[in-house]
């Protein structure tokens, strides 16, 4: 049987990968809410999270820090899917979620949500670069929420996530998730 987290990492999949599929190969260049990258860095980065982070679910050391080039391999549109199914899986065996990490030092459970925060907001910043609507699924998002709130001040400290941006009045949780990790829930590529 699915553990939660898997199942939140699969809605959180769901509604990522149809934004992925929709990025233009001229789109690629433009800018995103995330300032450090551009579209194509994204992709990069947030390929490279997916696939690491199966190799953590499993319990095994991962290279965060040297992001490849995952764009040159083919269609990678589909392949986002494809690994993203794989991380949701890798995510679903039994005690994945249990435990200490041995590569990270972190709970395997704070593991799940960081890559479960990656998904949501790099999916929201990619939609946002390139015109295109994101509504991750609101139960996923209320899941989510608090435990990123609770590893926000650990991102700041790792330079991960940008101090946190205020939200208008009656913001949506989803916009105060992305103001808890330094979104401007207002940009636009202009």
């Not at 992709?43 to 997916?50: I, K, P, R, S, T």
């Not at 190799?55 to 391999?73: F, M, Q």
């Not at 790099?122 to 509504?135: F, I, K, S």
Request: charged share 25%.
């Amino acid at each position: 049987m699915a553990n939660s987290v898997s199942s939140l990492i699969d809605s959180a999949v769901r509604a990522t990968a149809p934004v992925v599929d929709g990025i233009t190969d001229e789109q690629l260049g433009a800018p995103t809410p995330c300032s450090e990258y551009d579209v194509r860095a994204l992709l990069n980065h947030l390929f490279h999270v997916v696939t690491n982070f199966q190799k953590l679910a499993a319990g095994e050391r991962a290279d965060l820090a040297s992001v490849g080039e995952y764009l040159d391999e083919g269609d990678w549109r589909s392949r986002f899917r494809e690994e993203g199914d794989r991380l949701a899986e890798a995510w679903r065996a039994p005690g994945s979620a249990e435990g200490i990490s041995p590569g990270m030092g972190l709970p395997q459970r704070t593991l799940a949500y960081m890559v479960l925060g990656d998904l949501l907001v790099h999916g929201w910043d990619l939609a946002r670069a390139t015109g295109q609507e994101y509504t991750p699924d609101a139960t996923t998002v209320e899941e989510v929420a608090p435990e990123l709130e609770k590893i926000a001040p650990m991102g700041r400290n790792a330079g991960v996530y940008a101090e946190a941006v205020p939200v208008p009045a009656g913001a949506t949780p989803f916009e105060r998730l992305l103001g808890d990790t330094g979104r401007d829930v207002s940009w636009s590529p202009s």
